[in-house]
């Protein structure tokens, strides 16, 4: 069976994160991506946080594995005209430009459309690509201040960030769902189309709940601390806890298990209640005997012991209890990349899993300009002026 | 133009978050979302933090907008036929059962094949279904302390969440991907699957880069605080800062404008530097003048400040900020949806933007089994069937 995206080619003139996640997701489905570069220069991800001895950046791995290299002068003339013509062989385009630049620069929707009527042409933003901030750029940090996450994230006294580079990685994720929205529709109804998502309306699209719950509620939440913003209202146990050792996350204690989990923490589980009922009955008077119940054992053993009796408990994992953990390998959440020194390299993959068709990460990044012969070649041009482009430095 | 995914049908067992984001995300691309819920129960969506005069929490209405509603007792021999028979019309099904709960009361993934062989089936679970903890059910913030971002998020002292509930948020939106790429590979290849994410799966997808640099780099990150754990290495000025009245975020400033960013704070941009080194060189020694020169002004007159000179810059923005925001309005991120007694209700609409066809949302979410009775006209049931099924209690 061949890969879910088989013969979807993508021309990829993403960099930096939130762009290169989309495309990166949709090789580990197995399209072809052709990332483009600035030749002698290349996606500025190659260089963020190098670790010694590998030919890679984990950032660039993470966001950029699977893919074929070109470098094209894309300001150029004749790099345009090379781009176009790929292009016009390609299924989808993916940019994370300013909005604005890539029609500049005649490498926008309309260009290549008037080359392949049925592109699908991706493109991710700061803010949205209408509105008053329309043609602004934004990293990362700015989606995530912008989208309220940072109103509630961490403890009172400051602005906390979600913990991770959520606003770029997110806006990606949901680039690859827009890409995939384009081709079900060209499929389906024949016509190609620009797409978008912006790294501002992620955001909110993240927290649907919790921002209609002020836009209707009325009333602002408090820091999330170590649990849920708006479900400290109902009373529920929902956070973490330190033990022994480590800590862990309880949520959603109640129904017919509240009197096992009491047993186990040796705590009162005062008078019986209606299963149901005491799902979202307020809890809060208990939280001081759990607290204190939690201190006598360790993560690991709290884990183990409320597993073992269907009770929903997680430990707080390190990224060293992730990169370790059986559950991760054993659904393809880890993968081992074999980089170019065949080297195997603990790395991240797929969070999907499709059963018919297989998900495979598709090997490591690319080296700066690795397949621009190979793919110029694909594309119908000769030997001859692709030497001349490379002495001109177009390619 | 029909909406992307017109004609599309899908029959949809899911409650709580999880499954709900995924549907309403396809909703909003136009597909036709059947929601199927236990007679005089419902989802318990319907119930989380009700806000009085409203027919809908803001919890149903984020999840389960635009969605048509049907009461069926699946637990019963009659009610699995009805929806065995109702599946068999539809292109997907998507549920967040426990794994194997689906299977296990005959309307799992072969129950539906063997009534339509293209199906696209599609689940979320906890911890992905492999593995040691496969059988294992799990909420929002189970994943968020499983996949690593609770060991990062916030300051020292705690385990803290990443502010809102993102762990079943970015299942959905994932698992919407996962709808679609079943969706482009049925089209092209002509067969259906069973396609699956996960809570724990897709906080490793969020948080790629961050892991990988662990796995590759080996040092576990400190906490991110105000800003990113990694990225704190390379000196860049990244993160939250107090002004004279709220809180700006600044990220990435360098280059050629590093010049007009220290003269609008009326700081010494130092010796002149080459404009690519500068963006990544250290800056932490000019933090302390950085935060004393911000609480000159307030966020706003910053961030319209910064603004002007094209540098990147946002507020914190709170809950208020982002429902009362123009941006947000402009680009169909907040929406008006009209409730079933014609108020116009602010809420989140789609992060979507397809430029030829509309991303348009559905209208409020239905009321328990409003449309029992029409879908199940609709795909043949006669009238008197129904009249005994009711009775019963089966619908």
Redesign the interface.
């Known amino acids: 069976m061949?890969a879910?995206?088989?013969?979807?080619k993508v021309l990829d003139f993403t960099r930096f994160?939130a762009g290169p996640?989309a495309t990166?997701?949709l090789s580990d489905?197995g399209a072809d991506i052709v990332k483009v570069e600035i030749p002698g220069q290349g996606d500025q991800g190659r260089?963020?946080?190098a670790?010694e001895g590998?030919s890679a950046t984990?950032?660039f791995?993470?966001?950029d594995r699977g893919k074929r290299g070109i470098t094209v002068d894309f300001r150029s003339p004749q790099g345009k005209e090379i781009l176009l013509k790929i292009g016009a062989g390609c299924d989808v385009i993916v940019e994370n430009f300013r909005p604005g630049y890539a029609d500049k620069i005649g490498l926008g929707?309309e260009a290549f459309r008037a080359r392949n009527e049925v592109i699908v042409y991706a493109a991710v933003s700061a803010?949205?690509?209408?509105?008053?901030?329309?043609n602004?750029?934004?990293?990362?940090?700015?989606g995530?201040?912008?989208?309220?996450?940072?109103?509630?994230?961490?403890?009172d006294g400051?602005?906390?960030?979600?913990?991770?580079?959520?606003g770029d990685?997110?806006a990606g994720?949901?680039l690859?769902?827009?890409v995939?929205?384009?081709?079900?529709?060209r499929?389906?109804?024949g016509?190609?189309?620009?797409?978008?998502?912006?790294l501002?309306?992620?955001q909110?699209?993240?927290?649907?709940?919790?921002?209609?719950?002020?836009?209707?509620?009325g009333s602002?939440?408090p820091?999330?601390?170590?649990?849920?913003?708006?479900l400290h209202?109902?009373g529920m146990i929902?956070?973490?806890f330190?033990t022994k050792e480590g800590?862990?996350?309880l949520?959603?204690v109640g129904g017919a298990r509240w009197q096992i989990f009491c047993e186990l923490l040796g705590i009162d589980p005062g008078p019986d209640v209606d299963p149901r009922a005491s799902f979202?009955r307020d809890k809060s008077a208990f939280i001081p005997a759990i607290r204190k119940g939690l201190l006598k054992r360790t993560a690991d053993e709290w884990v183990r012991l409320f597993?073992d009796q269907?009770l929903?408990?997680?430990?707080?994992?390190?990224?060293?209890?992730?990169?370790d953990?059986?559950?991760?390998?054993?659904?393809?959440?880890?993968i081992e990349l074999e980089d170019p020194n065949g080297r195997k390299?603990?790395?991240?993959?797929?969070?999907?899993?499709?059963?018919?068709?297989p998900v495979k990460p598709q090997g490591p990044p690319p080296e700066l300009g690795q397949h621009t012969e190979e793919v110029l070649i694909e594309c119908g041009f000769g030997w001859e002026e692709i030497a001349s482009w490379r002495d001109q430095g177009i390619i």
Chains 1, 2 share one sequence.
Not at 325 to 334: I, K, L, V
């Open positions: 061949p879910p995206l088989d013969g979807i994160q996640t990166v997701l489905l260089y963020i946080h670790v590998l984990p950032y791995i993470a966001h929707y803010y949205g690509e209408d509105g008053p901030l329309g602004l750029t934004g990293f990362d940090i700015h995530q201040a912008m989208g309220g996450i940072m109103s509630v994230a961490g403890d400051a602005s906390y960030t979600a913990g991770a580079a959520i990685q997110l994720m949901t690859a769902s827009a995939l929205g384009g081709l079900v529709a499929e389906r109804q016509h190609g189309q620009k797409v978008t998502v912006s501002y309306g992620c909110l699209a993240l927290q649907s709940w919790e921002i209609n719950q002020y836009a209707l509620g602002l939440p820091k999330a601390k170590t649990g849920h913003p708006q209202k109902t929902w956070g973490s330190p800590d862990v996350v949520g959603g979202i597993r269907d929903m408990i997680s430990k707080v994992n390190t990224y060293a209890d992730v990169v953990d059986p559950q991760a390998w054993a659904n393809g959440y880890m390299l603990p790395v991240v993959g797929s969070p999907f899993r499709f059963y018919a068709n």
